[in-house]
Each structure stands twice: as C-alpha cells, then as structure tokens.
C-alpha cells in the first residue's frame, strides 16, 4: 500500500520534451516509475529516446495522452508562465493526480486552477514549487532523489520543504517509506498536511508520521488540531526557522512571520499540547520517531 500513488500509477509528464522534463523523466524512468507518455501539443506524434531503450510517444494533448495510455497521473514541468494553462488541461481531461513541479507560480494562478479542481472534484493537486511524491520500489512522481528511500517501509512523511523531504528521508532510510510527499511551501498549494495525514491514518501500511512544517502561515496548527481529533497512529513533527529573525520573510512564499504569528515556537507549542513530539533538528525528530515506532 502506499497514498496517492502506487506501481499501478501511470504517468504522462508535461512538458517532457524541455531539458527539466526530460532530464527528470530519464531520473523518474531510472527509479521504475511507469512513464506512459509526454504532452507537447508542437511535438505531438513523435516520441522521446531515454537511456535503458526507452522510447515515450508525446501526444498533443493530456486528453489525447490520457485516451491513448490510461494515464491517471501528470507531473508538470511548465515554465511558471504557462502553468496555470497546463494545469487548466489535465484538470479539463479529469486526471485524478496533478504534481506540479514548477516554482514561480502566480499565486494568482494558483488560486484559479484550485478552483476549478475543487469544483470538478476529480483531480487532486500536489504543489506547485514542491519536490512531487514518491513510493520507494513503487513509483516516483517529480524530483525527488531515489538514492535518499533505497528501501520501502511503513513511516509516512509529509513535508513542505523539498531539501528536508530529501534530508529526513536519509536521516530514516533504516525503517523507510510507504509513500514521501513534498507538498510545497507556497501560499496557496493543492495538498495540505491534513490531505496527508488523514491518507497515512487510513493506510494499513503506515504504522507511524513524520510532518516537516515551516514558520509562516498556520497549516501546522491546523494539522495539530486535526491529529488531536483524528490520528491514532505515532506522529512526530520537524519545524524549520528555530533561528529565523523575526518579522522577516524567510525563503518559501508561504514562510511569512507577522504580529507574533507564525513562528516556530507557536507551532511547536500547538503539536506538542496535541501529543506530537517535536524536534528542533532534523536528526533529533528522526531519533524522536525511531522511538515511537519502537514503543
């Protein structure tokens, strides 16, 4: 088992025939993923050569790809300024899972093509500016380093950050994964951490969480009162931005601190009273987790 994504998932990747597309489909195809097809509407009828002799049609459309392969999952490697209209596409051809890639994206924009998802109810979204989602021995969807989950196993993590995914992946590559996402850390994102966490609580093959927040915003404090409501299952949490200057913006969009809100304290304080222990490094929250699985 695994959330999201799975070795029966079949992925197109727009904007496959661009040097980022093709680069990560060559590294997605290497981790076994099951690459049906790329969408390039001037390259539509052609097909791209990748190392391993593995030749992938280019249809002109997520619609014509979807109707040729059976595709039931697009990864987006768009520039920012035409994202919103591929997403916009896939949402269109009813794709059940869009990752989006791309950094950058008009918040905007984003705003608009989660509307539309919403209100069809046929398409989840991971992203934008995120690292994609990966079921270690099962499929990879995006950027993250295979190298870093040589091995499935029954820890479920879901991150904002795209380097601390990789990070804490390492950090637990001992017990492994059932499924790793990167959700993103822009203001306005497809799949929270309760999408998540409400996935992994169900899944029979996840036996304990790990959240990565970040300071800004207040997604980990709407996570911790979901968990308090809803998880039974061991969860231990990393929040980036301890040291962060307060009142600056610090990297991701969404990592914004204003009027005492936001800060990593805050969100520390609000896991903890729901019974999720946090680490204040990334190696302290692995051995924090090793210890709940154990107990």
């Known amino acids: 088992m695994a959330i999201f994504v799975n070795s029966d998932s079949k992925i197109i990747v727009q904007g496959m025939t661009g040097s980022e597309g093709r680069k990560h489909t060559q590294r997605m195809l290497n981790s076994g993923s099951n690459i049906v097809g790329g969408v390039n509407p001037k390259k539509a009828g052609t097909s791209v050569e990748f190392e391993g002799g593995k030749s992938v049609p280019v249809f002109g459309s997520v619609a014509d790809a979807v109707k040729e392969t059976g595709a039931n999952v697009s990864v987006v490697f768009v520039p920012a300024a035409f994202t919103k209209s591929a997403m916009v596409e896939a949402i269109e051809a009813e794709i059940p899972l869009v990752v989006c890639i791309t950094e950058g994206v008009p918040v905007k924009d984003t705003a608009e093509f989660f509307a539309r998802a919403r209100q069809s109810g046929k398409t989840r979204i991971i992203g934008p500016n995120c ?26 993590l879901v991150s904002k950050s795209g380097t601390l995914t990789y990070q804490m992946m390492y950090e637990l590559r001992d017990l492994g994964f059932s499924t790793a996402i990167g959700i993103g850390g822009d203001p306005i994102i497809g799949t929270t951490h309760i999408n998540a966490i409400e996935a992994f609580q169900e899944d029979p093959d996840t036996d304990a969480i790990i959240m990565i927040g970040e300071i800004g915003g207040d997604a980990e404090e709407f996570a911790a ?30 990592a914004i ?39």
């Open 131 to 156: 690292p994609g989602i990966i079921s270690p021995e099962q499929t990879n969807v995006g950027i993250i380093p295979a190298e870093t989950a040589p091995n499935k196993g029954r820890i479920g």
């Open 225 to 254: 009162e979901y968990i308090n409501d809803n998880v039974t299952k061991p969860v231990v949490a990393y929040i980036a931005g301890f040291t962060a200057p307060e009142g600056k913006t610090m990297g991701h969009a969404g």
């Open 257 to 295: 601190v204003s009027g005492g809100s936001g800060t990593a304290e805050g969100k520390k304080e609000a896991l903890e009273a729901a019974g999720v222990k946090v680490g204040k490094t990334p190696t302290e929250a692995a051995n924090l987790l090793r210890e709940a699985v154990k107990g």
